[in-house]
């Protein structure tokens, strides 16, 4: 086998793959900015400390309390320590997507679809 063709498809997969990882992280920091990063598919409340989102059950006799946040904030801002070190990276990520693009021609289409 040709060793362009195999650089070339290695390429096509790197592409793709970084694709699929780009989409996910993309979805990730959506739902990071509406949704309580304590609060699991149940509703309830995991945070082992006290939140004022937490609503205590009626009847006092579960466990977990439910989250009752709205998705009306934005959480990053508490654990974020470097905002400029997340700007970097949000704009590297930027230049991968354009870089990616042109490598497949500019049509937005993955490689092989």
Request: charged residues 35%; contains cysteine.
């Amino acid at each position: 086998m040709d060793a362009n063709a195999d650089g070339q498809a290695y390429r096509e997969r790197l592409d793709r793959i970084a694709e699929i990882f780009t989409d996910m992280a993309t979805r990730a920091e959506a739902i990071s900015r509406t949704r309580c990063p304590y609060r699991d598919r149940l509703d309830q409340c995991t945070a082992l400390f006290r939140c004022r989102n937490q609503i205590r059950p009626p009847d006092d006799t579960e466990d977990r309390l439910t989250c009752g946040h709205d998705g009306a904030f934005d959480y990053r801002s508490a654990w974020e320590t470097h905002p400029r070190a997340r700007d970097r990276v949000q704009q590297k990520i930027a230049a991968i997507r354009r870089e990616a693009e042109t490598r497949r021609g500019g049509n937005g289409e993955a490689p092989g679809r």
